[in-house]
């Protein structure tokens, strides 16, 4: 095997790549001599590594916002099955994001995925930028027999405050995330999410409105008969920055994670929570307010003014630049 072995100051070289559709192993004999004749002879073998070849960037599901009521946002990277990605995948995912933005970050991974490096704690790059890196070994079996899909991605815990306090509009954070082949260092994917924490102008549109942000909310809560785009026909207006399936998303946060639970009963209903809103967003502020709407189980129904505390939750999820939308 002269042709693929090269011997330079005493160190032996792969003088070319082996390929394995060609040879699978190879075997070869290394013997020193003196100037006496005498020798010293050893055998080495080493099989050739059957490394898939792939497409890139891979083909990946990203879910870009699926919050928890723990969770700002999670990013979600799920890599489909594909007969080319049998065996081990190792995968370094990166993200960055404004320093002091996070205050912890949560790994993960289904099943399907062995994680070899847990995430680190985020380091702070710059003043103004923090950064974090884990590396996952991703499995990817078939689907068909039964296996899952391997899944992998970071939850975020919010450590900002949801209003701008200069510009009094919702507070938007940014996170840069783009994912390695650990081996060949090739990009995989990469992308960017904004992360809004949840307030009531719900289609984006810099106002908030019983017609249209009132009126969906209520939508999603009355449930399946509202799916798709029968959630905004006919409520979403002309300067709505967020489509129909974004709109789903934004108010799904706000359920998960507890705000919209006006009344503190644990629950988000559209005959308790999201008819006292949209009550007040016509401009029900006394007692007709909470009349028949309250839940048994809120704990308001023992206080001295509970009108004045759904009032105060409402209002705390309206950007002081929306204030006077109603």
Known sequence: ????????HGTLFL???PVYQQQDSYSFRVRATDDSSAFFERRFAFDVLDVPERDLPLDVGVSKFAATP???AQLVVSIPFAPELQGYSDVTLEVSFPAHAVSAVQL????????RDQVVSPDLVSPSLSSLTGRMTLVAHDPAAGALNPVFGLSFEPEFERFDPLTGQPLVVEFVY???DAFSSSSLFHGQIQATAFNLDVDGDGSVNAFSDGLMVIRKLLGA???GEALT???LPLGATRDSEQIHQFIEMGVASGDLDLDGDGTVSAFSDGLILIRHMLGFNRDDLLDK?????SPLMAHADPVAEVVDVIQGLIAPAHATSF
Do not use: N, W
């Open 1 to 8: 095997h002269h042709d693929i072995l090269r011997l330079e």
């Open 15 to 17: 003088d070319a790549m």
């Open 70 to 72: 723990a969770h700002l």
């Open 108 to 115: 993960l991974s289904s099943d399907a995925t062995d994680v």
């Open 178 to 180: 783009q994912g390695f």
């Open 225 to 227: 008969g509202f799916a």
């Open 233 to 235: 026909s006919k409520a």
């Open 293 to 297: 709407a309250l839940s048994p189980d």
